[in-house]
Nanobody, 127 residues
Framework: QVQLVESGGGLVQAGGSLSLSCAAS????????MGWFRQAPGKEREFVAA????????YYADSVKGRFTISRDNAKNTVYLQMNSLKPEDTAVYYC????????????????????WGQGTQVTVSS
């Protein structure tokens, strides 16, 4: 099982950009579909973006489509989330998650499909 560590969060003004990284331990990173979720204060955790094992398939929440980009580098055991045109409503703790799958093109869109989570990184967007 992999362990996940997020980094790259911080404070940014509206309209700015941030890039999050999630580093995975272990030698089986390419066996996992990966995703990003976020949780704002007083709200439930919500799906942000997902990527398949191969990296060829991606999926985004409507709220971030066209602004955020998920990618992965299996050689570096890392998944990324590039966030552009940030809005105050993007403020949340961002979590990466891993879900093991035998299918290279599988995308997981719900939290229960993921079995490993990072500790989260805070993203704050000021208006």
């Amino acid at each position: 099982q992999v362990q996940l560590v997020e980094s790259g969060g911080g404070l940014v003004q509206a309209g700015g950009s941030l890039s999050l990284s999630c580093a995975a331990s272990g030698r089986t990173f390419s066996s996992y579909a990966m995703g990003w979720f976020r949780q704002a204060p007083g709200k439930e955790r919500e799906f942000v973006a997902a990527i398949s094992r191969s990296g060829y398939s991606t999926y985004y929440a409507d709220s971030v489509k066209g602004r955020f980009t998920i990618s992965r580098d299996n050689a570096k055991n890392t998944v990324y989330l590039q966030m552009n045109s940030l809005k105050p409503e993007d403020t949340a703790v961002y979590y990466c998650a891993a879900g093991r799958t035998n299918f290279s093109g599988r995308i997981y869109r719900t939290a229960y499909e993921y079995d490993t989570w990072g500790q989260g990184t805070q993203v704050t967007v000021s208006s």
